[in-house]
């Protein structure tokens, strides 16, 4: 169907997407401007954060993109399948821990588990995802002047030359942007119903999960296992290595990394480490996971398995018809400006590889754009501020202590609790969203450090647990990486709106002055 000049409204959109999600509309929703004919500037093959962030900057700069898109929306997995329901989890996995940590005090009455359901969170998202859909469909199409082809399969079928809804649109400039979806593991049992990765785990829930296997030890493993956690469920993290080790918590430093380790300990998610699920049992439909720990082989019981395994690029729509280059594991490897080994031909968003981040998707297409309208834009995606959730909200950005250590001679500290003392010893850090912990259970209330290079002053990483520090990091990343960084006196003279989450600003500020710069 045609939908170009009709002014849809974001509940006109909203109707179309339930429509397609529920097989009623199967046809292409084309939103073309024909009498401009079938040959764009860019065409990005996926409307997710790269492709439609992409798309708008390379409009907004005077070109002309068309977006493709499979699923009957823009905005891709983040507010379908992952990052948004995600954040649903995670805002829950935070009241819920401190409904149980507090029952019996205060307001909050005793904690009962079997209120707090998992598919009826799944449910929840589901019955209203398609409002944020229809809202960037309207924001694309109406307000940023975005063409687009949605609800349809691209087939690429060469550098200038994309097919999809029974057409042939040509284009000077290609951006793939098709992200990417699970690596399955090969397990035995892999394909038995009640195994999910995030994806079918928002598709396809249809029972209350009793007892959990999650299997992997990175983000999307330990934020899953934390919620699940929170609602009472009895929850076994399977990790081959240390949890939060790989990919982009790798990152994280020592001490950051311990506390987290240490809260999820506290809150009874078992945390199998350097053990392997050899294989998943169950005759109709998962029953349990064989695993093998460092103690020996241990049979768990489980209704509910989720794969955090890792993920692998979807390549089909190009591959046959694009000699890319990939690397080991298949991402397609890219420049810094986003351009791959063809020329004329980007790439950008998930299919790029770690970190897999809808804020590094968005800014690789906006990179890519930018470079196809003549402007020379990099983006150095292994230098971001990062994070993830338990049921705290973990952030990193720069180096980490033994990084700096390894770059600078003399290193210093802020760090609260102060080195030496364990969280219990003192009830700070308290914030924005500790407050009720620092006065109950003070040893909860979070972890900080900001690392610094004591001869430039310099404040070379930052790390935090707790809640609603991501705000600060985002700016306070761009200070520090800027080419002459942000030193602890100029941090010291910021103003800070007390109460803060990130403590250390205000820190900054008793240690500035400091002519032989020292740690607390
Ligand atoms: C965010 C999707 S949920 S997008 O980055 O705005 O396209």
Known sequence: MD???????????????????????????????????????????????????????????????????????????????????????????????????????????????????????????????????????????????????VNAEAAVRDARTVCAAGRTFTTDALVLATGARTAMPGIEGETLPGVFDYASFIEDLDYEPRKIVVIGGSKVAVEYASFYRATGTPTTVVSRAEVLTSGGPALMDDDLRGFVVEQMHSRDLELLEHSVVTRILGEERVEGVEVQTPAGRRVIDADFVLLGTGERPNTASFAAALPLTYDERGFVVVDSRMRTNIDGVYAAGDLIGPPLEMFKSRRSGTTAARNIMGIAAEFHYDDIPDFLHTTYEVTWAGLTERQARERYDRVVTIQVPPLGMAPGDTPLPMAEGSMLYGFTFPE????????????????????????????????????????????????????????????????????????DLTSM
């Open 3 to 149: 939908v170009y000049g009709s002014e849809m409204s974001i509940a006109g959109w909203r109707r179309l997407i339930d429509e397609a999600y529920s097989g009623e509309l199967g046809e292409p929703i084309l939103n073309v401007d024909e009498a401009r004919g079938s040959h764009f500037d860019a065409i990005f093959v996926g409307g997710g954060s790269a492709g439609r962030f992409g798309a708008a900057v390379l409009r907004s700069l005077g070109g002309r993109p068309l977006v493709v898109e499979r699923w009957p929306f823009l905005g891709g997995s983040c507010p379908h399948q992952a990052c948004v329901p995600h954040h649903l989890f995670s805002e829950a996995a935070r009241e819920l821990d401190q409904a149980q940590a507090l029952q019996g005090r205060l307001w909050y009455p005793k904690f009962d588990p079997t209120a707090a359901s998992v598919l009826e969170l799944v449910e929840l998202f589901r019955s209203q995802r398609s409002g944020p859909h229809a809202h960037m469909n309207w924001q694309s199409a109406q307000q940023l002047d975005i063409e687009s082809v």
């Open 444 to 515: 909860r209330t979070g972890y900080q450090k900001c690392v610094i290079d004591a001869d430039s002053r310099r404040i070379v990483g930052i790390h935090h647990a707790g809640y609603g520090a991501k705000d600060a990091f985002q700016y306070l990343h761009h200070l520090i990486s800027r080419p002459e960084g942000l030193t602890i006196d100029q941090l010291g003279d910021m103003n800070e709106l007390y109460i803060s989450s990130d403590y250390f600003i205000g820190y900054a500020r008793l240690r500035a002055n400091q002519a």
